[in-house]
């Protein structure tokens, strides 16, 4: 029988690794050092929105494998441990700025090269959504590309997917040294260089269940399903304290200007993290370098609850069929003297 395999980490990315072995087929035991999502994981936005399809890369490619598969991969865990996750694929609305109309004409035509038909883009005069925030140019870039995850509800569903199907999960522990997939987030990074980027995020009691989530000067505005919705985020470059301060409040009040329907709605959380962020600041994902049987899955930065499922796939491809579909940029490097 096959050994079983550990995970350090239960953040987004050794909850995808574990669950994707697991559904595999193989024997997991995943070391938590505090609580499932205690890291950067256990925030409100949960935005699985594309990359701007201009200038297409590999990053871009993987990350629209993903978004593609994510609808089939979340109901699977949902159903396999019988906790909803908090996905849909309710699209995304975007104010178009005055002038920039020719640059979304480019970036509609760059979605039709490399997106799939049905996940279009298009700029409409008259949207068609519950959440619309104020335009003055009178138009809106909506896609159907874009879903939505409640990043606390994934970690439990993750979880519980992974010990409905046999899976260890010990919370409260830090993984002993030994071979393992490291995906310990913003304090694992320092081998391979990076750096713990802050982020602030609120959430707001108002039930605008399934309208499509809106992207507007900086800020997401996700609506969930469970009758709140969710904003942020600061970016706090090289700040490792957890408070949320004035500049969450900022994004608060931004957000009502740019969406007046959250003016009354009230605060019910609010929270910090750190982000997980690559000297590339591409995600790491494979062999750790020097390390026999270690591997990496990390610096997830602000796109880590889309790219999960396509780094743990990649992941599992690598270490149990030997096949590497791993972008050159993704392989972790050690920093000089790392
Ligand atoms: C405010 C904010 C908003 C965000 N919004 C989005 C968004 O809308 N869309 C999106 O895709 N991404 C978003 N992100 C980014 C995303 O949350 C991160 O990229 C992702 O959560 C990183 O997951 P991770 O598993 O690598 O790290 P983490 O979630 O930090 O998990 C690492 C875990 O490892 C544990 N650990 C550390 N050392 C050990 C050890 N030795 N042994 C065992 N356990 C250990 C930690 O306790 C932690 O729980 C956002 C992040 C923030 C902060």
Redesign the pocket.
Known sequence: MASEITV????????ACAWELTRRGRKVRL???????????????????PHAPENWNDKKQVQLDALVAATDWWAEVGAAGGVDPGYARTGRIQPVAPGAEARMAERIRAARAHWPQWAGMELTERPQAALVPVSPSGLWLVDRLTARIS?RRAGAALAAAIRAQGGEIVEG???PDAPAI???????LAPFGGNG?????ALLALDMADAPQVFADGI?V?PHADGTVAI???TERDVLDRRTDEQLEAVIDKARVLCPALADAPVIDR??????RARSRAPLVGPWPGRPGHYV????????????PAIAAMLADLMLEGRDRIPPGFWPKLRAGG
Request: aromatic share 8%; net charge positive.
């Open positions: 350090a980490g239960g953040g987004i990315f050794g909850l070391f938590e050092a505090d609580r499932i999502g205690a890291g950067a994981s256990g925030g409100h936005v949960g935005a699985l929105a990043p522990q830090a993984a490291w995906a310990t987030g913003a304090a694992g980027v802050k982020g602030q995020s997401h996700i942020g985020s600061t929270w910090a993290g750190i982000r997980p899955a990390n610096g997830g930065f602000k796109i880590g609850l889309a790219m999960a």
